[in-house]
Antibody
Framework: QLQLQESGPGLVKPSETLSLTCTVS??????????WGWLRQPPGKGLEWIAS???????YYSPSLKSRLTISVDTSKNQFSLSLNSVTAADTAVYYC?????????????WGQGTLVTVSS | DIQMTQSPSSLSASVGDRVTLTCRAS??????LNWYQQKPGKAPKLLIY???SLQSGIPSRFSGSGSGTDFTLTISSLQPEDFATYYC??????????FGQGTKLEIK
């Protein structure tokens, strides 16, 4: 059974960089059938897609966050990572990693449990 | 970006009811529409993909329909575990993958 697990600091200071890693187990991140992505959900609000990466390193970013984002993949560790710089309180959210199946419909079919990141001094 | 609008924002219903949730896209998206269920403190769970295909392991009381701009998620007979928030998501003009604001389904 595929599992995804987010890890990283739960508290980040304003203007600093938020860094998260997603570890994939029970399957290979190097599959040609899937992208891997990050999404977030501010407290009490809806879902927002942030970025996606293919095992080859091809990346896609949310236009509204692109200037502050970096997503990367480490196939040797079966992990992918997110970096968001110059954070503000508006970046406080639960961050999810997820698998994006793109055989036909592009759906997020497996999700991590999510990790709350709070931006505060 | 394509905007997704869900209605209603919240809905009260009873166990055993048949309920229909609606999602509308700001532009036609064919059937590139997915539905997710989210319970408090949990990650979203994929229910329906491609507007009408049931994800593996999801009960058959869930069904989806629609194409173009208007879509529905129907729960044929509500069970206690179905009370949650439901999100639609388009993947036609993506990235970015955009979600609706959610419909919260509450117990009457």
């Amino acid at each position: 059974q595929l599992q995804l697990q987010e890890s990283g600091p739960g508290l980040v200071k304003p203007s600093e960089t938020l860094s998260l890693t997603c570890t994939v187990s029970g399957g290979s991140i190097s599959s040609k059938d899937y992208y891997w992505g990050w999404l977030r959900q501010p407290p009490g609000k809806g879902l927002e897609w942030i970025a996606s990466v293919f095992y080859t390193g091809t990346t896609y970013y949310s236009p509204s966050l692109k200037s502050r984002l970096t997503i990367s993949v480490d196939t040797s560790k079966n992990q992918f990572s997110l970096s968001l710089n110059s954070v503000t309180a508006a970046d406080t959210a639960v961050y999810y990693c997820a698998r994006l199946q793109f055989l036909e419909w592009y759906q997020f079919d497996y999700w991590g449990q999510g990790t709350l990141v709070t931006v505060s001094s | 970006d394509i905007q997704m609008t869900q209605s209603p924002s919240s809905l009260s219903a009873s166990v055993g009811d048949r309920v229909t949730l609606t999602c509308r896209a700001s532009l036609p998206i064919s059937t590139y529409l997915n539905w997710y269920q989210q319970k408090p403190g949990k990650a979203p769970k994929l229910l329906i993909y491609g507007a009408s295909s049931l994800q593996s392991g999801i009960p058959s009381r869930f069904s989806g329909s629609g194409s173009g701009t208007d879509f529905t998620l129907t729960i044929s007979s509500l069970q206690p575990e179905d009370f949650a928030t439901y999100y639609c998501q388009q993947s036609y003009s993506a990235p970015p993958y955009t979600f609706g604001q959610g419909t919260k389904l509450e117990i009457k």
